[in-house]
């Protein structure tokens, strides 16, 4: 229900747990491994960097209001506010920008290496300690943020597995890690594959976070990526609504879009002299008095039979709450019943939130079974206060896990559904329509040779960007920071494998299918007439003249063509004769010689 998304609420409970921005800070590790590189192969520490530079720049896109900060531990230098030793903060807590991000693209060069060891440095002698102090430093610039309503976390990069030599190191990690708990920091880590040996968590991290057995280990830049992209792009609540069943009866649930559609972000109006946004105030003015109106002063008055029907903004308002702001259940129906062509737009997502209202996990779960073990959905109404009513179907979504994780959460699925002016019936035709033709079982039996030739294994659409947002976020980056590069190309992830085609045999199939539906004949056919189109259609030749040809016959055209004097005639005269003995009479006056002079000479040999 696209409608329900950006708009602005009055209800304070919404508010405060509408989480909308989130605070990062990365805490790279600086020991000595991370710089080693495999053959033919980037070290740990530029893979890292090269993930840092897509994901602030996903950020500008995406997330413009979100903060991210820079901090490393195991340096040889310090910096930072609580002065620790072997801890560096290299960029504070603040809005990625496109200064912060040529700052990291050096990193990636020889020159910006030699001088990141003189500024920063690596490697240290107690690197559990650093690691500890590390920690409390990332905590400590997410502390100073004082916005409330964000999401806080500390992203931990490291290829150590065992940073702690002693017990009294272990102890004081994992006290600082419950600490940042309480401060409701949360701790992501994001193990590197070190070329000289696995990750091990058994060996400390799960003593630090006990879940954390269950994070994939990163070899390659791709699979960084991608693990940092299911990390950053949390699920975001776009509203907190309650279900209403019955008249005591409310459960707290949070309205969320699982699939949306990416867009180029809107156009602002600067000031020419600033570049300052322009900020568009729009004013009620009395008509008598020229004095400005406030909300209250305003008046509605549609026409009706009787003349103007005035109503406040009040009356407006409870015009359209017919019903409690929410969900009302109305009943449940057969899973049976809910048709594909009753979904009019993308469904939302519900999930309980427990925050909002005590117990509401609990009695969303019991409803979640039930729904599930019966096969029904649930028939809701669903009202806000900007828009009138209208009917939804909640369907329950069963959770989904592989090996690497989740793939489907566990909640439901509200699904608007029409009213019955909305559902239009196809017309039936008033004139006799011709049977088509069916397709022989010949043909079908070739059509699904194909299908199964040309199968997509563990295909997914979130492997596949948008080429047209891509190029355009491209350019936007190329503006702001590179304006001296070329444009590089942008990689179009939907473009048809056609050499995977040709291994899986895709190509013979194909064409054996083509034969039987349409003849063998087909491929010449349509050549044949894409040639034609594009000569523009086959024309009429022109009639000749009489008297052309009856001059041509009376030249002696062996004569003129062993004194070389074919030239002098007439193009008329000259295509005359190719006409009369079948030779092409296009081309230039030159091409007509020498075309006849090559027939003259062929006839008397």
């Not at 020991?31 to 033919?40: D, G, P, Q, R, S």
């Not at 994780?405 to 559904?417: A, C, E, T």
């Not at 895709?506 to 044949?528: I, R």
Request: proline residues 5%; charged residues 25%; negative net charge.
């Amino acid at each position: 229900m696209s409608e329900w998304y950006d708009e602005e609420e009055d209800d304070a409970e919404e508010k405060e747990y509408d989480k909308n921005k989130s605070f990062d800070v990365f805490l790279i590790d600086l020991n000595l491994t991370m710089f080693h590189k495999a053959e033919n192969d980037e070290s740990s520490f530029e893979i890292t960097t090269r993930v840092l530079l897509d994901f602030l720049r996903n950020k500008i896109i995406s997330s413009g209001n979100d903060m991210v900060g820079i901090c490393f531990f195991g340096s040889r230098e310090k910096k930072g506010n609580l002065n620790f030793e072997n801890v560096y903060v290299y960029q504070e807590l603040d809005f990625p920008d496109a200064q912060r991000i040529k700052e990291l693209e050096t990193l990636l060069t020889k020159a910006g290496q030699e001088a990141f060891e003189l500024q920063v440095g690596s490697g240290c002698e107690d690197h559990g300690k650093a690691l500890v102090h590390g920690l409390w430093t990332a905590s400590n610039v997410l502390h100073t943020a004082t916005s409330s309503g964000v999401t806080k976390r500390v992203l931990l990069f490291t290829n150590e597995d065992n940073p702690c030599t002693s017990e009294v190191t272990v102890s004081s990690a994992i006290s600082r890690a419950e600490t940042m708990t309480e401060q409701q920091h949360s701790l992501e880590i994001l193990p590197l594959a070190s070329p000289s040996k696995p990750f091990d968590f058994k060996k400390f991290y799960t003593r630090l976070q006990p879940d954390v057995a269950d994070v994939p280990v990163a070899e390659k830049l791709t699979a960084l990526r991608t693990i940092l992209r299911k990390k950053s792009h949390s699920k975001r609540r776009s509203k907190m609504l309650h279900l209403h069943i019955g008249e005591t009866v409310r459960i707290a649930v949070g309205l969320y879009s699982l699939v949306q559609e990416a867009r180029k972000g809107n156009t602002v109006n600067l000031e020419v002299d600033t570049l300052e946004p322009v900020q568009t105030e729009v004013a009620w003015i009395c008509q008598d008095t020229a004095a400005v109106l406030t909300t209250v002063d305003h008046s509605f008055f549609p026409y009706g039979p009787g003349g103007k029907v005035v109503f406040n903004n009040q009356e407006i308002a409870q015009v359209k709450e017919m019903l409690p702001r929410g969900l009302t259940l109305v009943g449940f129906k057969p899973l049976c019943e809910l048709k594909d062509y009753q979904q009019l737009r993308s469904s939302s997502f519900l999930y309980p939130e427990e925050q909002l209202k005590a117990g509401s996990t609990c009695a969303f779960i019991a409803l979640h079974k039930q729904m599930i073990a019966t096969e029904r959905f649930a028939i809701v109404w669903a009202q806000t206060s900007q828009f009138m009513p209208r009917l939804a179907a909640l369907v329950a979504q069963e959770e989904v896990v592989d090996d690497e994780g989740q793939l489907l959460p566990p909640g439901m699925n509200m699904i608007p559904l029409p009213f019955s002016e909305d559902i239009r019936c196809p017309e039936k035709s008033l004139f006799p329509v011709t049977p088509l033709p069916r397709a022989s079982s010949e043909m079908v039996e070739e059509a699904k040779k194909v299908v199964s030739a040309l199968h997509l294994q563990d295909f997914s659409c979130e492997d596949i960007d948008n080429p047209m947002l891509q190029k355009h976020y491209r350019m936007l980056e190329l503006l702001a920071i590179d304006y001296d590069k070329d444009m590089p190309d942008v990689e179009d992830s939907t473009v048809p494998d056609y050499d995977g085609f040709e291994k899986a045999g895709g190509a013979s199939v194909v064409n054996n299918w083509k034969s039987v539906t349409y003849g063998a004949n087909h491929d010449q056919q349509l050549a044949e007439k894409a040639a034609t189109v594009k000569k523009g259609g086959s024309k009429r030749p022109a009639e000749k003249s009489v008297d052309d040809l009856r001059d041509a016959s009376d030249v002696d055209w062996v004569a003129l063509a062993k004194e070389g004097k074919l030239a002098k005639l007439t193009v008329p005269k000259l295509k005359a004769y190719c006409s009369a003995h079948k030779l092409p009479a296009s081309g230039k006056k030159d091409d007509l010689v020498a075309r006849i002079s090559e027939h003259l000479s062929s006839t008397e040999s």
